[in-house]
């Protein structure tokens, strides 16, 4: 069964960098039939996809936050992180990880999450 | 982007009864050199993670009760659950996956009545 567990800080005051890190159990991020994936969901609202990385490193990010949003892959420990710089109180929510299905090359959907982290951001 | 709009906002259901959730894309989300949507529905419910429902529009996911099924093509999709059970509360999201960003519709919220 694959678990994808995720940490990080959690308060944050702004212009700091976030930085989370999702490890996977039950499964590799080397495989080629994946990619790995970031969805945040501010509190009471709806779901906002980051970005995702393969083990090439490879990523596609959301243009709306592509100049802050930096992932990357760690084939040797088995995990993948996010770095999102110049925080703000806009930018408080639930980060979820995710591992993404490519069944045609492409980044598809989602079929397993991490359990999410609040990251507050507060002056 | 492509906008995802789901209706209702929220419905409530009576125990055994049909609910049905509307998602509707801004553009086509149809494929036609392989003749698929590339639209999933998720489910949350309070304090969890998303959970994978339906892919490719009406293809369940492995472990999903088969009164959750999905339908629609193009722009028009919906979500059924054919009997409502306590354990179905919860918001379910559609997701489109044609094109990046991927997006979520707002979600819809449904209860019992």
């Known amino acids: 069964q694959v678990q994808l567990q995720q940490w990080g800080a959690g308060l944050l005051k702004p212009s700091e960098t976030l930085s989370l890190t999702c490890a996977v159990s039950?499964?590799?991020?080397?495989?080629?039939?994946?990619?790995w994936g970031w969805i945040r969901q501010p509190p009471g609202k709806g779901l906002e996809w980051l970005g995702e990385?393969?083990?090439?490193?490879?990523?596609n990010y959301n243009p709306s936050l592509k100049s802050r949003v930096t992932m990357s892959v760690d084939t040797s420990k088995n995990h993948f992180s996010l770095n999102l710089s110049s925080v703000t109180a806009a930018d408080t929510a639930v980060y979820y990880c995710a591992r993404v299905v490519v069944p045609f090359g492409e980044a598809y959907y989602f079929d397993y999450w991490g359990q999410g982290a609040l990251v507050a951001v507060s002056s | 982007d492509i906008v995802m709009t789901q209706s209702p906002d929220s419905l409530a259901v009576s125990l055994g009864e049909r609910a049905t959730v509307n998602c509707k894309s801004s553009q086509s989300v149809f494929y036609s050199s392989n003749n698929k949507n590339y639209l999933a529905w998720y489910q949350q419910k309070p304090g969890q993670p998303p959970k994978l429902l339906i892919y490719?529009?009406?293809t369940r996911e492995s472990g999903v009760p088969d009164r959750f099924s999905g339908s629609g093509s193009g722009t028009d999709f919906t979500l059924t659950i054919s009997s409502l059970q306590a354990e179905d509360v919860a918001v379910y999201y559609c997701q489109q996956y044609y094109s990046t960003p991927k997006t979520f519709g707002q979600g819809t919220k449904v209860d019992i009545k």
């Open positions: 490719w529009a009406s």
């Open positions: 039950g499964g590799s991020v080397s495989s080629s039939n994946y990619y």
């Open positions: 990385i393969n083990q090439y490193g490879l990523t």
